[in-house]
T-cell receptor
């Protein structure tokens, strides 16, 4: 079964610091990859997605992620974080040629200090 | 266009009671999902459905049941509530395959079993 690992459970940064959140998945075939964000008191929303093509994908609010197939990774990055980026971030994977499940990682809680 | 609507938002149950969490979407999405979110554990897939009359188990289906009699509705039933089912439940939907489209989430239902 596919699985998703997020290695950072809780990250604390100061404003303007650079961010990288790790995500690894455990399936060797074709994958679709997602990052979702949950701001405090809100429900999950899509940050960005990778289906095919350019492995560097850009999402909302200045976030980007790079799909590295050889490393089974899809790390999320942002050059300069803002206090409003405080949220929980979830990596997710779908196997389009296998089934219709979307499996999520355990999430990374990001806290930005003003 | 309300998106994905979940009811109730909050509920307290006694051990052994039963209840149904309602989920409805008005976007004509054919795929629907139920997840539970527990602190530090991310989102776990309970059940999902690829269309009316079709349901499949996810990662943690025990203690739950679902039905999909219409495209719009995907209720989740707890037959004998247990403390381990205390969680926040999210319903989500997507158009066609979840890999080709993104999930739209409901606002969540917080369930406490005492």
């Amino acid at each position: 079964a596919q699985s998703v690992s997020q290695h950072n459970h809780h990250v604390i940064l100061s404003e303007a610091a650079s961010l990288e959140l790790g995500c690894n998945y455990s399936y060797g075939g074709t994958v679709n990859l997602f990052w979702y964000v949950q701001y405090p008191g809100q429900h999950l929303q899509l940050l960005l997605k990778y289906f095919s093509g350019d492995p560097l994908v850009k999402g909302i609010k200045g976030f980007e992620a790079e799909f590295i197939k050889s490393k089974f990774s899809f790390n999320l990055r942002k050059p300069s974080v803002q206090w409003s980026d405080t949220a929980e971030y979830f990596c997710a994977v779908n196997l389009p040629n296998r089934d219709d499940k979307i499996i999520f990682g355990k999430g990374t809680r990001l806290h930005i200090l003003p | 266009n309300a998106g994905v609507t979940q009811t109730p938002k909050f509920r307290i149950l006694k051990i052994g009671q039963s209840m149904t969490l309602q989920c409805a979407q008005d976007m004509n999405h054919n795929y629907m999902y139920w997840y539970r979110q527990d602190p530090g554990m991310g989102l776990k897939l309970i059940y999902y459905s690829v269309g009316a009359g079709i349901t499949d188990k996810g990662e943690v289906p025990n203690g739950y049941n679902v039905s999909r009699s219409t495209t719009e509705d995907f209720p989740l039933r707890l037959e004998l509530a247990a403390p381990s089912q205390t969680s926040v439940y999210f319903c989500a939907s997507s158009l066609q395959a979840s890999g080709a489209n993104v999930l739209t989430f409901g606002a969540g239902s917080r369930l406490t079993v005492l």
